[in-house]
């Protein structure tokens, strides 16, 4: 089975933190994202990348970086939090043009920016 | 900006019907379509993908495609109150590596 995890689930943090969101995957996939969720939005890209060190803005960049320096690794970075980034966060994960570009999500990170 | 819509529902039928759940797309040269299913509080999991026109069945799943229309649904036959959850509707998008979702369709099946 495919695995993605994100290791923080729940996080609390206040307005101006730098905030680190990690995802790893555990199926050799190149391709990783981020989306976030919010009621009425839906999910919304953020970034995704289709390999190591490469990276692409997805829908709504603006407030975020990534980094992705090993390949079952991507994280996203809030440089500056803001309440208006309060939103669940999902990572996922793809191999490239096999079935479709499947994407495989991780359990989500819920933020809360206070 | 590629658009899915849905109709966000809530869509309640009773136990044993048949669910339908309907997505439209606005690019004429979208070729991949994916179901998700999200219960509260957890993430999307795949249901099923379908490429080429007509049905796909898995189960008692189906996905129907039709690329003249820009339309894909999903049908659950035999509804049980474990399928009441939000379904999401998505498109591989521009880049070829991302997906477009839709904002889903809550669906409630009732004892």
């Known amino acids: 089975d495919v695995k993605v995890t994100q290791s923080s689930r729940y996080l609390v943090k206040r307005t101006g933190e730098k905030v680190f969101l990690e995802c790893v995957q555990d199926m050799d996939h190149e391709n990783m994202f981020w989306y976030r969720q919010d009621p009425g939005l839906g999910l919304r890209l953020i970034y995704f990348s289709y390999d190591v060190k490469m990276k692409e803005k997805g829908d709504i960049p603006e407030g975020y970086s990534v980094s992705r320096e090993k390949k079952e690794r991507f994280s996203l970075i809030l440089e500056s939090a803001s309440t208006n980034q309060t939103s669940m966060y999902l990572c996922?994960?793809?191999?490239?043009?096999?079935?479709?570009?499947?994407?495989?999500f991780g359990e989500g990170s819920w933020l809360t920016v206070v | 900006q590629k658009e899915v819509e849905q109709n966000s529902g809530p869509l309640s039928v009773p136990e044993g019907a048949i669910a339908s759940l309907n997505c439209t797309y606005s690019d004429r040269g979208s070729q991949s379509f994916f179901w998700y299913r999200q219960y509260s509080g957890k993430s999307p999991e795949l249901i099923m993908f379908i490429y080429s026109n007509g049905d796909k069945e898995d189960g008692r799943f189906t996905a129907q495609l039709n690329k003249a229309s820009q339309y894909v649904s999903l049908l659950i036959r035999d509804s049980q109150p474990s399928d009441s959850a939000t379904y999401l509707c998505a498109v591989k998008g521009d880049s070829g590596y991302a997906l477009n979702f839709g904002k889903g369709t809550s669906l409630l099946v009732t004892p």
């Open positions: 996922a994960s793809s191999f490239p043009q096999t079935t479709g570009n499947t994407i495989y």
